[in-house]
Each structure stands twice: as C-alpha cells, then as structure tokens.
C-alpha cells in the first residue's frame, strides 16, 4: 500500500477541480463560444449561441473554461470588453431578471420602475462596464412559469436588449430552455442551432467508446493517485452506473474519493473506496438499484438493460434546486504565462445579488 506523509498530500486536496476534459462536444463549443466572443463588434448582427444539456454534463463548466481562455489571451490595458454573467433564479420573470442584472451592475434603484425603464437603465449600465458579451445561466428558470404572458414578456425583454447589436448573448440551460427562444421567430432567428453538451449513453457504441476516452483522460491526470484500471470495459461500465454518464458526477465522486484518500494518508484508490464516495457524495445512491452498488456488486446483474434505463432515470430528477441569483462582471485580462488560469479565475468585478 502506498502512503505518503499527510502534509504532502493536501497540496493535492484540490486536484480535481483543476482537471478538464476537452471531449469532442466540449472542444465544439469552446470553439463556438470563442467565434462568437471574436465576431461581436465585427459583424452587423453578433452571434447569438444556445448552450444546452442535462444536469451535470458540464454546461457551466464549459463556461468558465472559455472564460478563462478568453482571460488569458488579452493584453493588459487594450481597452478590454467586459463579460456579464448571471446566474437566473427559480421561476424567474423578465422583470426580475432586470432586476437581478441592475442590482449586480450596481444600480442603487435597483427595484424601482416600469420594465421599459429598467430596459432602459440596463442598456445604460451595460456601455457603462463596456459589455461585449452576455452569459445567463440557467437559462431554463425564465420559462418556469409555463404561461404564455410570461414568455412573451421575457422574450421582449431579450430582444429589445439584443437591439442594439453591441453585445452578443449565450443562453446556457437545460434541454427545455429552447422553449424560451422558440416563443417567438424574430428572437429564434438570432440564434444559431442549439449547442448540446452530451449525456453519454452506454447503450450507444459510439458513446460508450467516447466515455472511456474520457475516463482515461481523466484517471491520468490523478497523479500521485492509484485507481483502478478503468481503460477495462468492465470498469468503465461500473464508472458509469455510478455517474449515469454524467461529468459533472465523475468529477464530484473522483473528488470525494481523493479527499477521504488524503484523510487516510494514502495515494491508493480501491473500489471499496470509490463505493464508499459514492455514498457519500452521489444523492441517488440509496436508491440504487442493486444493494451492492455499482462498485462491489456482480458485474452480470448490473448490466441488465432495466437497471441502466433505472439509473438514468434517477439521476434526471436532480434535488438540487440553486434560488441564488448572481451577476459577475469579468474583464478579460491576461496571466503571465498567457495560458487559461483555472486555478483561480481572475474578476475585475464580482457582485452578487440573491433576489
């Protein structure tokens, strides 16, 4: 058994958070969102992108990753654009979410107005921080409601914010935030086709392999840690029941696991370890399927097709329902090295807002 001194461990109690995945998809959008970032002030009418996928697959991961890309290719005092990113409350309106972008711009009347004069107001304070683009995440919480006044209010709201053409617009949300930007043609029409970040279906070959790949990737860059082999299919199976396919859930139970292995004072990861973060750390566990879990149990009943189509029916009602709300206003700046800095995120401004 390898064991190291606990001090010399915790260096790597954050590992995880700085590891990523560049899959197909992920490379894709980061791509996309760069075009789009590159285009606004070049074009008649900036790019417009819709960014979506289930919990966990790593939308807002995907963000922050060109975020700091972006960050770090600007040079200093060039008079750089801003990014402003909100994070959209449950059951949002169109008035809260001008609400919620004043208050994070630091308007002091934040909630004082009619909706044409908070547009007004936002549009104001946007040149003010010279705004180039626009990130709402969550983007799902503005259709909530479900009425139609609703959507059509907050489709006014975007378009008329659109109208100006300085600044372009990602919406990032679940699959259902389409229904935001289908309510009406003139703002679907600014839109390019939805960018999807990929739930991997182990029942679909192609996918199957990509998840591997991913795997892979990603247990190599866990170094000072063991795993197990999860190359091997049959690993890699149990990996997925685990996560039903999620990255966002690999990352979070790779990282239970590595803490509790620090805790230990050890750089072995068993499956019994990996059981156990699963446990701990994956919200639908107790209502896994098979009482052994995905990690210690026979191999031949997990791979009946009712206990995949079960796990991933489990992980799709997310409990989890985030009521903050945020703003961030982020001026591109450049680190030494020129490369993505994602250690640490470098803000110019940062103000948060909980409506």
Known sequence: MTSKNESSLLQYRNLVSTIRIDHAAYASIQNRLIGAYDDVGQTPVPTCLHVAGETRTGKSCVIRDFIDTVSAREQPDAGNKSIVLATAIAKASAISLLRQL????GDPLWSKGSGTNLEARLETMLRGVSCKLIIIDEFQHLSDKGQNKSLFQTTSVLKNLLECNAWGLVAVGMPNSSR?????AQLAGRFDPTLTMPLFDWRDARMQLEFQGVLR????QLVPFELPDFSHPDNAFRMYLATSGRLGLLAKLIDRAVKRAIERQSTRIEMKHLEAAFRESIWYAPRFPIV???FLARLEPCQAATHVQ???DLSTHDVYE?????????????NESGKPDRSKRRHCEEMAAAL
């Open 292 to 294: 052994d879990g995905p």
């Open 322 to 334: 985030d009521n903050s709300a945020t703003v961030q206003i982020i001026r591109p700046r450049a």
């Open 217 to 220: 990737a990603f247990m190599l």
């Open 310 to 312: 079960t796990v991933l």
């Open 180 to 184: 935001v930007i289908d309510a009406d």
């Open 102 to 105: 004043l208050r994070g711009l």
